[in-house]
């Protein structure tokens, strides 16, 4: 087991545990504002490429198209009563450190592409970023997040590939807070 990995399961275990109250009333408010489930089970592309399904808080209306949200014609009608706020502190993210748990995901790492990003999949193939975990945050995460285009996300995943090791994960994971605390790199 390498040190990112006990890194891994020793602070998603840690967070479960701090914010599982917290998580609890936001499950309860998710099904108080709108139909449907409570999280949503999305197919992403983990490592090497493999599919798994990864948990949100769900922040969408069920009846919302499968497709990334910046393809949407008009992305804030489709939000639940409280979706916007789930999304713009990254709160509808913490199902997702159960996927940490399991080694689906890291806490750093590229942020997994949805099942249909053909070109982005493609492109993370051809540059050898399909080979790392998928990560709650990364350097693109901290780069520019929903604001860049794929060819420069993929330049960060690259960039993240080469000089990935212990001491830049936390730095991502430090400059991640001050990003969610400062509401930047969020478009919806």
Known sequence: MTLKRLFDIICSLISLLLLGIFMFLIAIMVKLTSAGAILYWSDRVGRNNHIFKMPKFRTMRVDTPAVATHLLDD???????????????????????????????????????????????????????????????????????????????????????EHNSFWLDLKIIVMTFVKVLKKEGVTH
């Open 75 to 161: 992305p804030d009608r489709w939000l639940t009563p409280i979706g916007k706020f789930l999304r713009k502190f990254s709160i509808d993210e913490f199902p997702q450190f159960f996927s940490i748990l399991v080694g689906d995901m890291s806490f750093v790492g590229p942020r997994p592409a949805l099942f249909n990003q053909a070109d982005l999949i493609a492109l993370r193939t051809e540059k050898g970023v399909h080979r790392l975990t998928p990560g709650l945050t990364g350097w693109a995460q901290i780069n520019g997040r929903d604001e860049l285009p794929i060819p420069v996300k993929v330049e960060f995943d690259t960039w993240y590939l």
